[in-house]
C-alpha cells in the first residue's frame, strides 16, 4: 500500500452546477477524474434516486462502468439520520439503527469502503451498529466537524466505542473546517451585502485571527448593535473553529478519511482561510495514507453575485493537495 496520501473529490462540491443541471451526475465524476484525484466520494441523498434504498441493478452497472471509463475509484458514501421524516415523529435508536443499515447496505452495493457518519450520530448508535458494518466490510468515521474537535467531549465518547469494541472499522473523519484560522472572506462579504455593518465585521475578523473564544466576541458585538444581521456575523466565529492540527497526533491511526474543506481557492494555490501546509504536513508526518477529498463550500455565499465555478475551484484545491502531498 502506498505510504502517500491519496486525494479525492466529495461530488457535493458541484452541487451548485448539479442542482442547476449544468452538469450531470457523469459530469460530475468526470470533472473530478480531470483533476488527477483517484477518489469519489458521494453524497447519495444529492445524487442517486431514492437513495438510501438500493439503487438499481441498472445504475449499479452503470455506476461501475463510469469508475471503469474514468479510473476513479468510490471512497466514501456520506449519510445522514434524518430523524423527522415522518411528522410529529421523532426516531427512536431502533429507527435510527435501521436507517444506518440501509446506508451500509448501499455503500457497499456501490463499492464504498468508508461511511462518513454525520456528526450528530450518538456512540449508542454508532456500538449497534458496528457489526453490521464489520460485515460489509465498510468502515464508519465519525465526522470531526467544527464546532467540535476530535479532542472535544462528543468525539471521546466516540473514541470510547473504538476503544471498548477494539474494532478496525469504526474511526474519525476530520473535516478541514476545523483548521479555520481567517474568517472564509466569502462568508463575511456576503453578510454585508445582506446589510452587515462592515466595521463589525472587520473586528469579528480580528478576534477571530487573534483567536478570541467566539463567546466572547459574539457578547462584544451585542453590546455594539442589536441587529440580527451583526450577530450572524459574530456567529461565524463560533461556526469556523481554529485549533493547532497537533491535536491530530494522537489519533491519527484512527483516521480513516479527510474532509478537505475549502470555501476560497486563491490563483497562487492557496486557501484563504485554512491553512493547509500545516494540517497536511501533521499527516504526512504521523503517516496518513488515506485519502484527502476536496469539498467546496463556497458556492452558496457567491451564487447572488457571481457565476459560481466549482470546476475551477475544485482543480485548483487539487493542485494545491498534490503540491502538498
Known amino acids: ?86 411528522k410529529g415523529h421523532y426516531w427512536s435508536d431502533d429507527e435510527a439503527v435501521e436507517s444506518f443499515k440501509q446506508d451500509i447496505r448501499f455503500a457497499h452495493k456501490l463499492g464504498f469502503k468508508i461511511i462518513r457518519v454525520i456528526v450528530n450520530t450518538t456512540p449508542q448508535i454508532m456500538e449497534k451498529v458496528i457489526p453490521f458494518a464489520e460485515d460489509h466490510d465498510v468502515k464508519l468515521g465519525i465526522e470531526v466537524h467544527a464546532p467540535w474537535n476530535i479532542n472535544s467531549a462528543w468525539m471521546a465518547k466516540h473514541w470510547e466505542v473504538m476503544e471498548k469494541t477494539g474494532t478496525k472499522h469504526f474511526g474519525f473523519i476530520p473535516d478541514m473546517g476545523g483548521f479555520t484560522q481567517r474568517l472564509p472572506r466569502v462568508q463575511v462579504d456576503r453578510l454585508i451585502r445582506q446589510g452587515a455593518d462592515p466595521e463589525i465585521a472587520k473586528f469579528v475578523c480580528e478576534q477571530h485571527e487573534k483567536g478570541v473564544m467566539a463567546e466572547y466576541t459574539i ?8 441587529k440580527r444581521i451583526d450577530m450572524a456575523v459574530a456567529e461565524l466565529s463560533r461556526h469556523n473553529t481554529y485549533v493547532n492540527p497537533i491535536s491530530l497526533v494522537p489519533h491519527i491511526d484512527r483516521i480513516i478519511h479527510i474532509h478537505g474543506k475549502f470555501l476560497e481557492m486563491l490563483e497562487d494555490y492557496t486557501e484563504y482561510s485554512i491553512p493547509y501546509k500545516e494540517v497536511v504536513d501533521v499527516l504526512k508526518k504521523g503517516g496518513f495514507n488515506g485519502y484527502i477529498a476536496s469539498e467546496y463550500e463556497g458556492n452558496r455565499h457567491i451564487q447572488d453575485i457571481y457565476e459560481v465555478d466549482s470546476v475551477e475551484q475544485v482543480r485548483r484545491h487539487q493542485e494545491m493537495l498534490k503540491r502538498l502531498i
Open 219 to 226: 457578547y462584544e458585538v451585542s453590546r455594539m448593535s442589536n
Open 1 to 86: 500500500m502506498s505510504n502517500l496520501i491519496k486525494r479525492a473529490v466529495s461530488l457535493y462540491s458541484y452541487q451548485d452546477e448539479y442542482f442547476q443541471r449544468k452538469m450531470t451526475l457523469e459530469d460530475c465524476i468526470a470533472a473530478a477524474a480531470a483533476t488527477g484525484a483517484t477518489g469519489i466520494e458521494l453524497i447519495g441523498e444529492q445524487s442517486v434516486a431514492n437513495c438510501p434504498k438500493l439503487p438499481s441493478d441498472a445504475f449499479v452497472d452503470q455506476w461501475f462502468g463510469w469508475m471503469d471509463k474514468y479510473k476513479v475509484t468510490p471512497v466514501a458514501h456520506d449519510m445522514f439520520l434524518d430523524y423527522t421524516k415522518k
